[in-house]
């Protein structure tokens, strides 16, 4: 029963098979009297009474053979459809662009003949008296709608004025302009609209579309270009101005982005005159020449001005190595841009495909990129106008502060680009939602710009999550005091570390950055059609083959989990694993690094570690011990002692790192030297070794203010007859003194000896 259920779904889904395919599948098989029956059915749809008769008189053998032959038939036809659509984008991207180029020089005589033909039956449309009377009509018109204009400019004159001789800050900067440009963006918009009201009113109404399109075309759309221009470049107040650029090269930015407009907005109005009066967009191929001189223009602009374009992209403030390299590249990317969307277009051409080309989406290209400059200026100005100023004082503090500016400008550019990208995406009538009906170069290209869209979404995860973990590592730096950057291993060690956060945080951070990427990375190439199947499952096999291979190190791995979770060391802190001791400077997901305060650096992996001893944890007790003569009185040490103690508490330096006094333990033990008097203090880890320092310096002093000496080893020398020392001869001293050597030797022998012991 299943059999006949996945036969007949199989079947249903094919409509037509050829007689001779279908004779095939019965070569080499027992014969049956159903098989030329079986290939006439083929060769028709196949009803559900049919397919079933069919199938109950075929074997299973056969049903598989008519299946694969049919699913053979298929993948066949979709590999040739296939082959045929990247053959015909291959032509059209090479050959068709190319044969674009020379039809339009072949039909330069048609284009002089039928633009006059144009103007024939545009000239025959108005009559000669007609013509004089659109003339002066639209004359009228500009003039009307151009008094409105002044007078709505006179009413807002106080709006559009840039207040002088203030300080200004970004805000008030981006205030004033979008005031003024918003004021000129209404201004054009009540011209457009009351000369095309006017035309309404005076013009007949085959004259009406000329006038909307030359008002708009060739005086609006010019001069709303000079509003945005004159929004970022201010040439005539260099203190508003967002773009870096000097003087002269923001008042040519200006009218150079005037003059672009203007050569847009002529071409589209000859070939739009051209349509409405007889002569299709493709016949002449004049948009083909004016779109040449468009391109040319750009082209040379950016060659001419590449260094002012070049420092439009550094800005003011100080770049990255990265942005240096985009600052230089911007200009030649920009000629690039030029001469590839005038390719485009003659690629559109070549697949016939006028009706994209309509809204110039070669034009909207090459104005957004124009902007980017600006874009990028406002972005940064943006950044370091809202994010708050530096948190905490010092080197670290400092970095953090730089490091989320970097963070938010990279997010600002990440979210323009997308919408850009979004942008060209509409322009192009690329529409990754319609893959399907798209023909195998439009399909290209709206892939790419769906990877692309796809790529800058996962970056922008990518940069908010960095951010935030970056943001939280800093704070807790900050707050620890512990700057793993600045950190001085040249003491005895036993130095306070970071906080727990700081230690897991920068392994978190890593974690999540590579899981990021790995998603969005599969993502983006899912959706243009790479199959990721494969790369999972051998992701998988190589993970399986990793954990029975590399048992060490999942035992590293797992147990650095379980030492992170147990707290059982930070980052900074003086730490003895198995004898080996040192600073932990670095940990990793397999292993941590040991710096020792003579500079060797220790490598251990966390499966290796049997146990670990932390001398930086939470407090350190000190003990110093002193030895004096056995006449000195215990408590007068014991109140030297404390009266050194109270001293250092109110010491501005030293002060805040006490937990605990110093203060006298008493007579620890006598030996044959003297008194051994033990003194101790608790202190934050890592500042006891400058307080010991300063003890030691102190109680040095105070000792000798108060008459007390340190005991000193004495070595004494038992004549076995006493008399006059002046006596002896120079054999008897070399003697006692090689004596006294031994002795002295021997007693430092067993001393170390009993240490060891102990």
């Not at 923001?250 to 000859?270: E, Y």
């Not at 040379?300 to 942005?323: I, P, Q």
Request: net charge neutral; charged share 20%; aromatic share 10%.
């Amino acid at each position: 029963m299943v059999r006949v259920i996945f036969a007949l779904a199989v079947l249903f889904s094919l409509s037509l098979a050829t007689s001779g395919a279908a004779q095939s599948l019965f070569v080499g098989g027992s014969s049956a009297p159903d098989e030329d029956g079986a290939a006439a059915l083929l060769n028709e749809p196949l009803t559900t009474q049919e397919a079933t008769a069919l199938i109950s008189r075929l074997s299973d053998a056969q049903v598989r053979e008519v299946l694969l032959a049919q699913m053979a038939l298929r993948a066949e036809a979709a590999q040739a459809t296939q082959e045929a659509e990247v053959s015909d984008f291959l032509f059209h991207a090479t050959a068709g662009a190319l044969s674009s180029v020379t039809v339009a020089i072949n039909r330069i005589p048609l284009l002089f003949e039928k633009q006059g033909e144009a103007f024939a039956t545009f000239y025959q449309g108005v009559g000669a008296g007609g013509l004089w009377t659109f003339l002066g009509l639209f004359v009228v018109t500009l003039m009307i709608g151009g008094a409105v204009e002044y007078v709505f400019r006179l009413l807002t004159r106080p709006l559009r004025a840039l207040p002088l001789g203030q300080t200004l800050t970004l805000r008030k900067t981006f205030e004033s302009l979008f005031r003024r440009l918003l004021v000129d963006v209404m201004a054009v918009g009540i011209f457009v609209l009351t000369t095309w009201g006017v035309s309404l009113v005076i013009f007949p109404e085959n004259m009406q579309p000329y006038i909307a399109l030359i008002g708009w075309m060739l005086v609006g759309f010019p001069r709303m270009f000079w509003a945005v221009s004159r929004f970022f470049f201010a040439p005539q107040n260099p203190e508003y101005r967002i773009v870096y650029a000097t003087d002269a090269n923001a008042r040519a930015m200006v009218r150079h982005s005037v003059w672009l407009a203007l050569l847009i907005g002529l071409s589209t109005v000859i070939v739009q005159f051209n349509a409405l009066n007889g002569v299709p967009m493709g016949e002449t191929r004049i948009g083909f020449w004016l779109n040449l001189v468009v391109h040319i223009y750009v082209a040379v602009l950016c060659w001419r001005y590449r260094d002012a374009l070049s420092d439009m992209m550094r800005g003011k403030h100080d770049v990255t190595s990265g942005e240096e390299v985009v600052a230089r590249i911007y200009p030649y990317f920009m000629i690039f841009m030029a001469i590839f969307t005038w390719y485009l277009v003659n690629v559109m051409v070549s697949y016939g495909a006028f009706e994209l080309l309509q809204g110039s989406p070669h034009y909207v290209t090459i104005i957004l990129l124009t902007f980017v400059p600006a874009m990028d200026t406002g972005i940064r100005g943006l950044v370091r106008h809202l994010v708050p100023s530096m948190m905490g004082e010092g080197a670290v503090a400092e970095r953090a502060y730089r490091a989320t500016l970097r963070s938010y400008i990279r997010i600002g550019r990440i979210i323009v680009f997308g919408i850009v990208l979004i942008l060209l995406a509409r322009a192009w009538g690329l529409d990754p939602a319609e893959l399907a009906a798209a023909g195998v170069g439009e399909r290209l290209a709206a892939r790419a710009i769906e990877f692309l869209i796809v790529l800058s979404f996962g970056y922008l995860i990518y940069e908010v999550a960095s951010l935030y973990i970056n943001r939280k590592l800093a704070a807790e730096i900050t707050a620890s005091g512990y700057d793993p950057d600045n950190a001085d291993f040249g003491g005895d060690g036993g130095g306070s570390g970071g906080s727990r956060l700081s230690t897991v945080l920068p392994l978190v951070l890593m974690v999540t950055r590579v899981t990021i990427i790995v998603i969005f990375v599969l993502l983006a190439l899912g959706n243009v059609g790479v199959d990721t199947t494969p790369l999972l499952a051998g992701a998988g096999i190589v993970g399986l083959a990793i954990g029975f291979g590399a048992q060490k190190l999942v035992t590293d791995v797992v147990s650095g989990i379980f030492f992170l979770v147990d707290d059982a060391f930070r980052t900074g802190e003086y730490v003895e694993i198995d004898g080996t001791m040192g600073t932990v400077e670095k940990i990793s997901v397999r292993s941590l690094q040991l710096r020792h305060h003579k500079g060797p650096v220790h490598t251990i992996p966390y499966g290796e570690v049997p146990k670990i001893t932390n001398y930086s944890r939470d407090w350190v007790i000190m003990k110093l011990k002193f030895t004096v003569p056995f006449e000195t009185d215990p408590n007068k040490v014991k109140k030297i002692f404390k009266k050194i103690g109270q001293d250092l508490l109110e010491d501005e330096l030293l002060g805040e790192d006490f937990l605990q006094p110093f203060k006298s333990q008493g007579v620890f033990e006598i030996d044959e030297v003297g008194m051994v008097i033990r003194g101790k203090f608790m202190a934050k880890p890592g500042k006891q070794f400058m307080i010991r320092k300063e003890i030691f310096n102190r109680v040095k002093a105070a000792f000798a203010e108060n008459g007390i000496d340190f005991a000193r080893r004495e070595v004494r020398v038992a004549l076995s007859e006493p008399g006059d020392r002046e006596e002896l001869s120079e054999e008897d001293r070399s003697a006692i003194a090689a004596a006294a050597s031994q002795a002295v030797q021997q007693q430092h022998t067993e001393e170390q000896g009993s240490k060891d012991g102990r």
